[in-house]
């Protein structure tokens, strides 16, 4: 285990004190450290909102980009440099809104990225407006006198992709969350983690997660069985924690990729064509 | 040597296989030591309809579709009476009569009437072979020699077997034969066999100028006519070491571009307008974020869905407005294949030098829509990575990555390299990459900082500029007539002034290549010389005059406008010079089909 | 009645509520017959951070910030450290030492030390009723009467129950009386109790605007600065039966809200300018199928993220070049609050008579982040469907939606009518709305109707020109300098132009609210008229500039530019004219904090 | 029953000869005249690609819009003026590449517009690139070595979404599709077929449709059993034609919005305010 310290960034994050994603900040450093994953090696790509300032408040490298888009940006940098470790870290509106189609994509192809979705149910930083997975009757700027749309199930629709690992933690349950993330991390291919991380300013779901939560572990979950992870995909009284479903058995897109066009760390690639190439090359132009 | 050259056309249902016949004879010619140009009057359409395939051939270097068609081959009904108009005195139309029935033929036409079905069934159960009986009509028409065909055909159908490419070479040589006897021909070309010509279109172009310049990363959503492209990456992938990615949409295909871009590939994605238009958002991110990516946006005609296999320079307004608010970018508009290939370089090392988005406009007249030779292309060009560090030194949390440095560069570095960590940023930032968007933001350092980063971003545009080409000025220095051009449109206009030149008219064209940034004080200097400046586009509103009259206050009243999907015509340049010449001016729009 | 006004500005945390402090001052002001302008100096977090709120307000028609701090509350440390040096000669700053260390104090401002946290927790167990001290303080230096105080306060926390109105008030109480004794007010207003003024932000009034003219469908994502909108539309839903879709994305909400005009409603949707980004692709398909919707852009500072609570007018350009190709598009920028409710009948008549999308931009510093006051709203303006059939004959399988007419409008039938059957097309198509891209296309008869076709859509900008307002002249005919500005910009002008006439010097202004098309021969006529044109705008290269220069040949060089993300300050403005007056000619930047 | 040549167009289609996509629009015309919903109370949302040109070759309202965006302009429509059947008719690649982040949402919030798509799985009209679901292994120009990215199951993803109806037809099979089209329109709510519409230029499939397809009411399925609808959209050796599942006890979208905002046809509903209404919409003025 490298010290946690290593990833320790000058930046105090800007979230609301008792926000969720101090949690899961926590975990992912925790991850990294026991992996003994150094953070130059480490690519964490984000989209827009409170849970997707997440670079800067870790050191490594970071990629701050647009709103749902930290998947396929991930994807590209994976592609280029197969050596790094890509995590794609930002919030529901992301990934279960604009972006929910890069997710489901990603999944099927089985891309070698990790999308840990910090999940409270409302869009936070644009300051609380109804998400995709806010409950029905919730009360939003957007939905005053309560919501009368179906959320989405990001879990189940993971499912039935066929997506390879699919878990949820909580960010109130950190040492778990990392034990998450490191399976993750460690999965041959996609993984998400679907992480419950309350907003304490919009949408304080702390207690309603807490007495409601259990983990996967306590019962005898078997993560191999599609149809049980989908039933408790779909449990709405209890909330359970832990990994649904797991399937080492697919080759990563970037292991199938990998093998036919050999592709490698890039700063060297750079340079012209070989003679032989060049003949490759232009052979189409006659 | 006198110059020669000859236009052919073919026509046919799409799915008759014209466009290999097209290609078989832009080869047999190209073998021949011609220089060639060709278009493809191609349909938003599988099958049915009706396509041509349209060839310029000469002993000089053809920019254009020439004037007219001096030979054609049609293959069905609407082949005949669409084209038979457009046929020069002294011309040949070959059809079938059997498929085909006749109108009235111009006087100075002549019409070669052959069993072309007949032969065909004679090698193939189907009568597909009828074009290749076609192909070697033509080629007797055209004079080339017969040993040619074989060659060719072995080229085009090698992969088939022997046997097709028996059956092939037999029925070409029927035609042959046949037209020999029937037709004296009027016209003719001067061939070389020893010289062999290469051709190809600018999406190959492009692709193996990109591949040249160390590009390892390509990222689409299939769309016409940039798929020739995504083709070409595709079929090289495994033999060069490409990463290919079939994205799920362009937003995808254009971020995973920046991803891999920021991981340290030389990553490029292509589309035509409507997916760049998706990809906007994602262009002003890598120009914020300072990654350098290229971009290729492959024209047609729009607005919207438009006329998809048709061809426009519509974009470029596109270009000058992507996204929100000021960001640097880099646009060249390439004139032709060869130039295409050569610019690749170019792009790669304009995009990581200055680490923009640079973007490389083709449009389907030169893309997937037109072959042309490509005689020089400079394998050579030296790769420039720009201020990319591959070691840091242990100073602290985080890396400057965008340290404000005196040519507002900075240097750049790598994940995967130790003590370089920063965060490339869409929010403003700092130089280490941190938000001066949230606790930061309005406060006077903040706001100051802020600047020094617009500042700084911008302020690329003037250095690059001072790397930017002027436009070419073709023709003489001292013109009555200076067209302006930007792109593909320049073809037409070369052959305009070849034959204006003949004609004793002093015209000059003033040609761009690379669009912005220029340095607009010598561009503006360039045109004021000129005694009469007429703007000669292929779209509605002269986008790239609105641009000269942004940055130079000229406004070029005088236009030759096309906006109905069909390349402009070297004639039709012709005549608007010549009404200028004769104080008809103003704008004038071309609707002809070609 | 002489002209006064003054300046307030309240510093603190975000989530100390100083927002809503500084509403309650804005409606105390509104309420005694002032004309109100204010600003948020917001960041893009939720909580912690510094966040400010600014006010000016004045018994003449206050448009702008004014200058400087006259009264300031500061109820943190930063709020002192970073305003302090804005306060004007005179002013004061409020503070409680026992959480601000006050620094040197300008000579001329006076500290007002008070208890303002000790007498919060009078009234409740946190000290969150620190602001409401303070807005009582801020309200004895005004001179307000103290009855107006529980009024408003009435207002605001009514709804809260009458044990925190109770305490509330109270605590503002103490504040006025503790500060009335503390200082002599050196500036004051003139109330007038029975003048009750509204005043709102640019997004409401848009939201209202369009509500009035009959918008019943609006689709968005949220996005700053734009999110207003859509909790007003939300708000409203179910009183005004408006169906609102909080859609999966721009694009979503895009298409939406072109499937709901297609269908019959007045829809609009609105977004920033990355969320305007994506909506590109579909605002062509508008443009092309003739679907009349109106979309707003709500601008911040990019690019791309940039800073999402800051202000720009960084997306002309982005406007001039929406997706690919040529189409036509209407865009307006209404100056205030005020002109953005009186424009989106406008709005919606012009898009629904010519069949067209109709964009209005506003900005940050007049939306979502400042209220101004609102006196004259028309509630009345007719309401013009244009070529909208209600029944259609039976004459043929299919309504020819697309028909060429004399005003290249075509009558217009809605889904659901009988023997109207059209398809609603985005390739290019004929007068049915049926295809010219696949089987006919490249013939000539396509060709001419695809040129037709495009004539028709470009030819309604010819039309709507004719209907569209030249840009307002304030001030004197013969003025030696005249600034040319557009939306939000012309605020500051307004009261820069105040000072500068009090002083004597000639200047008026030359502001477009309507920004295309435009006839520019005429604005050209009034440009020309001017002795010495300096263009102000809110962003890098000078967008409307550039627009001038494109449409007119006229280069504006003498420019105020300003992009840090602060509004322009009336002062600037004055400093630049006066610059220019001195012969000191070129491109200004400021890069100043409010 | 109302005949069906009351939606015949005088426009030919421009698919190819054989292409499946014929039989697709028989079913359509068919099951309209059954269900005898007049021509101009039709409305067909479509993309662009093969499909997608289906507006026009049909004598309904039309409108042929972008690659992917046949449903939100759906949606739109169907919000605007509730008394229209809205069909959104597009491809695989509209619908399950680029547009299917508005499939997931439209199907989560169960608006009252019925999807088909005319899967042939490949681009089509582009000539015959790899779409989301070709099979592993298909050889395509973007593909010219064989696929080794894994295919999209969109029924399986729709079913974790939790779509309250979702079936598969075959374009071969004329009347069985008329009546699963039908079934969608009657359906509360939005509804999927997923129509496999061989390409006969890119990719025939139609004997190996044929070998392998078999109809859900020969074998004893529950329509309304998740777990069995899930098994039958994972069959890889077989494949299963109809309806997989459907639930009908969650209100539509629109019935939900109706309820509350009371939308009517639009023409007659553009007018100013009431007085009682501008009262309301600038009460937050002041
Ligand atoms: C294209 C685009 N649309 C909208 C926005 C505005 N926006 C910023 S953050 C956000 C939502 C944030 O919600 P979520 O992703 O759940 O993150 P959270 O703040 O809740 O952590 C939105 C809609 C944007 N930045 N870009
Ligand atoms: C934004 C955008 N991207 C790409 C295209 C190009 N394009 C046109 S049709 C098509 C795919 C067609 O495939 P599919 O949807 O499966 O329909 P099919 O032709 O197979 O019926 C594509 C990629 C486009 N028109 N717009
Ligand atoms: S608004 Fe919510 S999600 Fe955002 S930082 Fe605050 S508590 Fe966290
Ligand atoms: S290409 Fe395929 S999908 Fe398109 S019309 Fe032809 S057979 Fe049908
Ligand atoms: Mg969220
Ligand atoms: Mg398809």
Known sequence: MLETKLYESDIRPDWCPGCGDFGALSAVKNALASLEIEPHNVLISSGIGCASNFPGFIRTYGHHGLHGRPLPVA??????????????????????????????????????????????????????????????????????????????????????????????????????????????????????????????????????????????????????????????????????????????????????????????FPVNEVKHMTEEEKKVAISIFS | MTDKDITIRLGAAAGDGIQ??????????????????????????????????????????????????????????????????????????????????????????????????????????????????????????LGIDRKEIGEVIQLQFGSKGKQIVEGNVNAALEGYGLAAKSFVPTKSLEFDYSKKRMFTHADFALAAGAVNAGCKFYAAYPMSPASPILHYMAINAEKMGISVLLAEDEIAAMCATIGAAYAGARAMCATSGGGFALMQEALGMAAMNETPIVVVDVMRAGPSTGLPTKTSQGDLNMMLGISQDDFPRVIIAPRNSEETFNTMGRAFNIAEKWQVPVIVLLDFGIGDGGYSTVDNLDFEEPI??????????????????????????????????????????????????????????????????????????MGKLTGIAVEMNLPEVAGPADADVTLVSWGSTSNPIREAMRQLWAEGVKVNSVEFCDLFPLRWKEVAKMLRKARHLIDVESNYTAQMAGLIARETGIMIEDRLLTYSGEPLEPAEVVEKVKNVLKKEIGVSVRNKAL
């Open chain 2, 384 to 457: 420039d990575r720009g201020k990319l560090l591959t070691e840091v030194g242990d100073e602290g949390t985080w890396f400057k990555r965008y340290e404000l440095t005196d040519d507002n560069v900075s240097p750049r570095v790598l994940p995967g390299t130790p003590n370089g960590m920063f965060v490339a940023k869409t929010d403003e930032h700092d130089e280490y990459g941190h938000d001066l968007s949230d606790v930061e933001a309005g406060l006077q350092h903040a706001v100051e900082k802020r600047v020094e980063m617009m500042n700084k971003r």
């Open chain 1, 75 to 264: 994807v590209g940098a994976k592609l280029a440099n197969p050596s790094l470790t890509v995590l794609a870290i930002a919030g529901d509106g992301d990934e279960y809104g604009i972006g929910f189609n890069h997710v489901v994509h990603t999944a099927r192809r089985n891309h070698d990225v990790k999308l840990l979705v910090l999940n409270n149910e409302v869009y936070g930083l644009t300051t609380g407006q109804l998400s995709p997975t806010s409950v029905f009757g919730q009360r939003t700027k957007t939905t005053p006198y309560g919501s009368s749309i179906y959320p989405l199930n990001p879990l189940s629709t993971l499912l039935g992709v066929g997506a390879t690992f699919v878990a949820r933690g909580f960010s109130g349950q950190v040492k778990q969350l990392s034990e998450l993330i490191q399976a993750a991390i460690k999965h041959r291919g996609f993984s998400i983690v679907d992480i419950l991380s309350p907003c304490v300013t919009w949408n304080d779901i702390y207690d309603n997660v807490r007495s409601r939560m259990y983990s996967l572990d306590t019962v005898s979950h078997d993560r191999t069985n599609l149809h049980a992870a989908l039933d408790r995909s779909k449990e709405t009284e209890k909330i359970p924690l832990g990994i649904f479903f797991q399937n080492e058995d697919s080759p990563s897109f970037d292991e199938l990729l990998h093998k036919t066009v050999n592709n490698r």
């Open chain 2, 20 to 141: 290999s016949a097209g290609e078989i004879l832009t080869r047999m010619l190209s073998m021949s030591g011609q220089y060639v140009c060709t278009y493809n009057g191609n349909q938003s359409l599988i099958r049915g309809g009706h396509v041509w395939f349209h060839i310029h051939a000469g002993n000089w270097r053809v920019t254009s579709l020439g004037n007219g068609i001096d030979y054609m081959l049609a293959l069905n009904q609407i082949a005949f009476d669409e084209h038979i108009g457009k046929i020069n005195q002294g011309g040949a139309i070959i059809f079938d009569p059997k498929t085909v029935k006749a109108g009235t033929i111009p006087a100075g036409v002549t019409p070669i009437r052959l069993p072309l079905t007949e032969i065909a069934l004679k090698y193939d159960k189907r009568p597909l072979m009828k074009n290749t009986v076609g192909i070697g009509a033509l080629a007797a028409l």
